[in-house]
């Protein structure tokens, strides 16, 4: 893990600028203290991270658990019994890993996922441009009367020193890759916020910087911690609400655990077993220490992926950088500018819902671009990810029930085993996204220096989520010293560039 430092340090700095305000704002929105949003960032990043087999997912407080969490704190009296669910929530995870419950992720289509991706990227946008402007919700409608202009200004100024760290200075010296832009544009907005104290143009509010709780001593730093009241253990409505945070954390997790090895430019696999026994141990001992439930989230891992984070060290280290600050610094943070981290907001918002995935999923026909609008379009809407998730995939499964027929027998193996390390994979008629976990673990399990002959001719509907699996193990190949030969109508090809364009020419009527 430590080999990758150079990239998993200023990667561990940004996802901490990014997770700082995620989990003070996902506490508010749960209802539960400050405090124990902090808690579940640090049991996210260092317990979940170094059990985790993700070599860049992120975890900590999920917003797609405020909902929950908010009518369960009230529905059950009070916030230490509601730690009592989160404690047996992490039981019932660690249970569903027992039961290899995982696979679960992979039966859910590509343009779901993507859908999902897109419509975070959306929602983030949407919900930083109030911080970014510096608006008081309290002075009424949105206008130029209400904005505060040292908010706006200093995050334009973030936004500018991100662009130009990004596409300009990274690219002249490796200096400015080991100090990473968003840092320079966190100082740069906290020397703003010390400079303009005072100013009535540019001054910022308290109530736009960074909010954390600053303990006096020792005392009232511990007195922060939150302990569940197990009394109420043999209440039923405590069982539900854990079980309840066991299946929508699980399911969170998954989704995001595909989303995040799409993203992954060296497209590792996460085993989704191991990952749920690690969100369920983090569950156990976020809600024994008065921490909210964690999953693994998208927000932090796209940024982990955005800033070259290589290894779970960079979560692992951004867990210990908000623990070191709450204790340390907790005075220095609270000079951060909101709009400051909006801006670093933006521009992961930004690569997640690059207007380019839009125009890339039209071009691959209905039966991808609608499940993605019906996944984007409830979410943006809602702002609810699990209803724009359950749409998605109900309307990805009517078109492919309306346009194709399943076809049970898909995958046949040959010579596995002849001695000559020649393995034969024909794939069936009609092969969509319900097959790919089972072709996933296929092609992982071939051996390295073999031969594999790939027999396409009798396929007349390939989904294209099984041609993203190929194309990613085609990569895979090539550090395992295993060569691919494609059959298809139009002749045998060894090792084919790009499977994606190759599939273009045969199913584009598909």
């Given at each position: 893990?430590?080999?990758?430092?150079?990239?998993?340090?200023?990667?561990?700095?940004?996802?901490?600028?990014?997770?700082?305000?995620?989990?003070?704002?996902?506490?508010?929105?749960?209802?539960?203290?400050?405090?124990?949003?902090?808690?579940?960032?640090?049991?996210?990043?260092?317990?979940?991270?170094?059990?985790?087999?993700?070599?860049?997912?992120?975890?900590?407080?999920?917003?797609?658990?405020?909902?929950?969490?908010?009518?369960?704190?009230?529905?059950?009296?009070?916030?230490?019994?509601?730690?009592?669910?989160?404690?047996?929530?992490?039981?019932?995870?660690?249970?569903?890993?027992?039961?290899?419950?995982?696979?679960?992720?992979?039966?859910?289509?590509?343009?779901?996922?993507?859908?999902?991706?897109?419509?975070?990227?959306?929602?983030?946008?949407?919900?930083?441009?109030?911080?970014?402007?510096?608006?008081?919700?309290?002075?009424?409608?949105?206008?130029?009367?209400?904005?505060?202009?040292?908010?706006?200004?200093?995050?334009?100024?973030?936004?500018?020193?991100?662009?130009?760290?990004?596409?300009?200075?990274?690219?002249?010296?490796?200096?400015?890759?080991?100090?990473?832009?968003?840092?320079?544009?966190?100082?740069?907005?906290?020397?703003?916020?010390?400079?303009?104290?005072?100013?009535?143009?540019?001054?910022?509010?308290?109530?736009?910087?960074?909010?954390?709780?600053?303990?006096?001593?020792?005392?009232?730093?511990?007195?922060?911690?939150?302990?569940?009241?197990?009394?109420?253990?043999?209440?039923?409505?405590?069982?539900?609400?854990?079980?309840?945070?066991?299946?929508?954390?699980?399911?969170?997790?998954?989704?995001?655990?595909?989303?995040?090895?799409?993203?992954?430019?060296?497209?590792?696999?996460?085993?989704?077993?191991?990952?749920?026994?690690?969100?369920?141990?983090?569950?156990?001992?976020?809600?024994?220490?008065?921490?909210?439930?964690?999953?693994?989230?998208?927000?932090?891992?796209?940024?982990?992926?955005?800033?070259?984070?290589?290894?779970?060290?960079?979560?692992?280290?951004?867990?210990?950088?908000?623990?070191i600050s709450i204790i340390l610094i907790p005075t220095l943070l609270n000079k951060i500018p909101l709009s400051?981290?909006?801006?670093?907001?933006?521009?992961?918002?930004?690569?997640?819902?690059?207007?380019?995935?839009?125009?890339?999923?039209?071009?691959?026909?209905?039966?991808?671009?609608?499940?993605?609008?019906?996944?984007?379009?409830?979410?943006?809407?809602?702002?609810?990810?699990?209803?724009?998730?359950?749409?998605?995939?109900?309307?990805?499964?009517?078109?492919?029930?309306?346009?194709?027929?399943?076809?049970?027998?898909?995958?046949?193996?040959?010579?596995?085993?002849?001695?000559?390390?020649?393995?034969?994979?024909?794939?069936?008629?009609?092969?969509?996204?319900?097959?790919?976990?089972?072709?996933?673990?296929?092609?992982?399990?071939?051996?390295?220096?073999?031969?594999?002959?790939?027999?396409?001719?009798?396929?007349?509907?390939?989904?294209?989520?099984?041609?993203?699996?190929?194309?990613?193990?085609?990569?895979?190949?090539?550090?395992?010293?295993?060569?691919?030969?494609?059959?298809?109508?139009?002749?045998?090809?060894?090792?084919?560039?790009?499977?994606?364009?190759?599939?273009?020419?045969?199913?584009?009527?598909?």
């Open positions: 893990m430590f080999k990758t430092i150079k990239n998993d340090l200023p990667a561990s700095i940004v996802v901490f600028f990014v997770a700082l305000p995620l989990c003070l704002g996902i506490a508010l929105a749960s209802g539960a203290p400050l405090f124990s949003g902090l808690i579940a960032g640090i049991v996210g990043g260092i317990v979940v991270g170094a059990i985790s087999g993700s070599k860049i997912g992120v975890s900590g407080p999920a917003a797609g658990l405020a909902a929950i969490v908010l009518t369960a704190i009230t529905d059950l009296g009070s916030f230490e019994n509601f730690l009592v669910a989160v404690v047996l929530g992490g039981v019932f995870q660690l249970i569903l890993g027992a039961l290899r419950a995982g696979v679960i992720g992979y039966y859910f289509p590509s343009s779901v996922i993507k859908g999902m991706l897109t419509g975070i990227g959306i929602i983030i946008i949407i919900k930083q441009i109030p911080f970014f402007f510096g608006y008081d919700k309290s002075a009424g409608s949105f206008s130029l009367d209400n904005i505060n202009m040292g908010s706006t200004l200093v995050g334009i100024i973030g936004i500018a020193i991100l662009l130009l760290w990004s596409q300009v200075l990274t690219k002249k010296a490796k200096i400015f890759q080991l100090i990473q832009g968003p840092l320079v544009a966190v100082v740069v907005g906290i020397i703003f916020y010390v400079v303009t104290q005072g100013n009535e143009l540019l001054g910022i509010e308290a109530k736009q910087l960074v909010s954390v709780p600053v303990p006096e001593d020792l005392d009232s730093f511990l007195g922060q911690f939150t302990f569940p009241n197990f009394e109420v253990i043999t209440q039923g409505s405590v069982w539900l609400t854990a079980f309840t945070i066991a299946i929508v954390a699980s399911l969170e997790t998954l989704l995001c655990v595909e989303a995040t090895d799409k993203l992954d430019p060296h497209k590792n696999v996460t085993p989704t077993n191991r990952e749920l026994f690690a969100q369920g141990a983090g569950n156990i001992l976020s809600g024994l220490v008065g921490g909210l439930p964690v999953t693994q989230v998208i927000v932090r891992s796209s940024a982990n992926i955005q800033s070259g984070g290589r290894s779970k060290m960079s979560a692992v280290m951004h867990g210990f950088f908000l623990l400051v981290l909006a801006a670093v907001l933006f521009i992961v918002g930004f690569k997640l819902a690059n207007p380019k995935t839009f125009i890339s999923m039209y071009k691959l026909g209905n039966k991808q671009f609608i499940p993605f609008m019906a996944t984007v379009l409830p979410m943006v809407i809602t702002g609810d990810l699990l209803l724009g998730i359950g749409l998605g995939l109900a309307v990805g499964i009517a078109v492919i029930l309306y346009k194709s027929y399943q076809n049970s027998h898909f995958l046949h193996i040959e010579d596995k085993s002849n001695g000559q390390n020649t393995i034969k994979m024909t794939l069936a008629e009609e092969v969509t996204f319900f097959n790919k976990g089972a072709i996933l673990k296929e092609l992982d399990s071939l051996p390295e220096n073999s031969y594999l002959e790939l027999d396409v001719r009798k396929t007349r509907y390939l989904d294209n989520d099984i041609i993203e699996i190929l194309e990613d193990f085609a990569l895979k190949a090539k550090e395992r010293n295993i060569n691919i030969k494609l059959y298809s109508e139009r002749g045998a090809v060894e090792n084919p560039e790009s499977f994606i364009e190759f599939f273009k020419l045969d199913y584009k009527t598909a």
